[in-house]
Antibody, heavy 121, light 108 residues
Framework: QVQLVESGGGLVKPGGSLRLSCAAS????????MNWIRQAPGKGLEWVAY????????YYADSVEGRFTISRDDAKNSLYLQMNSLRAEDTAVYYC??????????????WGQGTLVTVSS | DIQLTQSPSSLSASVGDRVTIPCQAS??????LNWYQHKPGKAPKLLIY???NLETGVPSRFSGSGSGTHFNLTITSLQPEDTATYYC??????????FGRGTKLELK
């Protein structure tokens, strides 16, 4: 049974830092392309970051480039998101999700339940 | 970057209705368009990939169509459990992955 379980969310002040984790099981994590996707309150889904197999390539949305760092530990079947210089607009539920490449297309087939990050003073 | 437009942002229908949810891309994306169902407090769920391929385990009342810039998600006989927000998503080349803003489907 596939599971993605996020943790590490919480309340943080503007300018602060937080590290999210995602524990994966039930599929070949080492061979999977992993992502962070978020949903701000009342808003739609927004892709945040991508990490390929063997830690490459790595991509970020413009909105988080230079502030967030995605990483993985294949030995622990875990995905991480280090978030620095947090802003109020980073408040969202953060999901980890697996991407599958299908020809020129790519879609997200496995998702976690999400962890809430609130940035407020 | 390619933009995806989902309009209307919400719609209501009755149980048993045929419902069509549109998605328009700003540029030709061939058939590289995917659909997700998202219920509050739940993980988003993949319904359709590559415009018209039904994900394993998704009820056959869901179908997808379209290519180029115009796409549709169709529910042939709406069920109460289908109330959710539906998102289209594309990825033609490198990231960024793009989602539409979503269409919230409610029961009349």
């Amino acid at each position: 049974q596939v599971q993605l379980v996020e943790s590490g969310g919480g309340l943080v002040k503007p300018g602060g830092s937080l590290r999210l984790s995602c524990a994966a099981s039930g599929f070949a994590f080492r061979n999977s392309y992993m992502n962070w996707i978020r949903q701000a309150p009342g808003k739609g889904l927004e892709w945040v970051a991508y990490i390929g197999t063997g830690d490459s390539p790595i991509y970020y949305a413009d909105s988080v480039e230079g502030r967030f760092t995605i990483s993985r530990d294949d030995a622990k079947n875990s995905l991480y998101l280090q978030m620095n210089s947090l802003r109020a607009e980073d408040t969202a539920v953060y999901y980890c999700a697996r991407a599958v490449d299908f020809g020129s297309n790519s879609y997200f087939d496995y998702w976690g339940q999400g962890t809430l990050v609130t940035v407020s003073s | 970057d390619i933009q995806l437009t989902q309009s209307p942002s919400s719609l209501s229908a009755s149980v048993g209705d045929r419902v069509t949810i549109p998605c328009q891309a700003s540029h030709d994306i061939r058939n590289s368009l995917n659909w997700y169902q998202h219920k509050p407090g739940k993980a988003p769920k993949l319904l359709i990939y590559d415009s018209s391929n039904l994900e394993t385990g998704v009820p056959s009342r869901f179908s997808g169509s379209g290519s180029g810039t115009h796409f549709n998600l169709t529910i042939t006989s709406l069920q109460p459990e289908d109330t959710a927000t539906y998102y289209c998503q594309q990825h033609v080349n490198l990231p960024p992955y793009t989602f539409g803003r979503g269409t919230k489907l409610e029961l009349k």
